[in-house]
């Protein structure tokens, strides 16, 4: 054999090593994060993900991949980013909405879905039962639905001479006959008027604003809903604008300008989601993880808007608050 067929044939031997070793190391996992919102709305609470992620031992990039699809806040794309994510066969979905977690359960019925709820995930159909979840969903549910009784009360010791209350509802969240009946029961057990409108859109919002003098509301109370939480800044814009006493569950409202926040710390759930995930990367099933429930809950108090508002702060309130914003 000639020397330099010999290093020729030598050479090739030793590039095929690696090659060989890479064919028997085991592929990196894929996350599929499926958001009914955007980056520049939901990016915080997607790092909260990765931190949870990361409790548990993975890291993007590094030994996890993750798969961002975000809808954009349109409800009707996201059947079709579920469905891409189950026909790429991702290792693990994350439906951070229960919008997302229903789309998803309707795309695969085999890869674990590990979700981010605000409703009761059985009425739902999304699990069997808080404890043995069954099939291939788990996850981490908030409480901002139950709150949303204690928020009008909140608002009603802000704004006590407000007798007709507007209530802001999506009526594309899954839930929102629930939300709206809760809400006028709360409203009417204070002795005041409800009234229900419907927003799913910034249009729709906008026009909302422009119609709450002619139903003579005197406070606004927003319904628990991912795309609410996603629009804080408008709503707080407008509803300062509109010197309208408003209450909403996410802290964004509040450091917007928004009056008054009360709800589950959002990015706590998206933690314990991303910890989840992890334990189903790490061997454990759905069934295996109980349906948990995020508890850390935050007061925020925007004392600049009450003031601005002619409204004065209870000092019992102002001392049970998480924050105060001045």
Not at 210 to 218: H, P, R, T
Not at 248 to 256: G, P, Y
């Amino acid at each position: 054999m000639r020397r330099r067929q010999f290093i020729t044939i030598l050479g090739g031997a030793v590039a095929a090593v690696p090659l060989a070793a890479r064919a028997q190391q085991p592929a990196v996992p894929v996350i599929g994060f499926l958001n009914l919102t955007s980056p520049d709305h939901d990016q915080g609470r997607a790092r909260a993900f990765l931190q949870g992620l990361g409790e548990a031992g993975y890291v993007e990039g590094k030994n996890v991949l993750v798969e961002y699809c975000w809808a954009g806040g349109q409800h009707e794309r996201l059947q079709a980013l579920a469905a891409d994510l189950a026909s790429r066969h991702v290792n693990v979905i994350a439906a951070a909405s229960d919008g997302a977690a229903l789309a998803a359960k309707s795309a695969t019925t085999t890869i674990p879905i590990v979700f981010a709820g605000g409703n009761d995930p059985v009425k739902l159909g999304l699990v069997a039962s808080l404890n043995r979840p069954g099939a291939n969903l788990t996850g981490v549910v908030n409480l901002n639905i139950q709150l949303n009784a204690k928020r009008l009360e909140l608002l009603h010791e802000l704004a006590p001479e407000a007798k007709v209350i507007a209530l802001l509802v999506n009526p594309t969240n899954p839930s929102a006959e629930t939300i709206s009946r809760e809400l006028e029961a709360a409203v009417l057990k204070l002795g005041l008027k409800p009234q229900i409108i419907h927003a799913s859109t910034e249009t729709e919002i906008d026009m909302v604003f422009e119609n709450l003098q002619s139903i003579q509301a005197g406070a606004l109370v927003i319904g628990s809903d991912v795309f609410f939480i996603t629009r804080s800044g408008q709503l707080a814009a407008l509803a300062v604008g509109h010197a309208m006493p408003a209450v909403s569950q996410a802290r964004e409202f509040a450091a917007a300008g928004g009056l008054i926040s009360y709800g589950t710390d959002i990015s706590d759930q998206y933690r314990l989601v991303g910890g989840y995930v992890g334990q189903i990367l790490n061997g454990k099933t759905p069934n295996d993880l109980p349906v948990q429930q995020a508890t850390k809950i935050e007061l925020v108090i925007n004392l600049k808007t009450a003031k601005m508002l002619g409204l004065t702060v209870p000092l019992p309130l102002l001392g049970r608050a998480d924050e105060v914003i001045e």
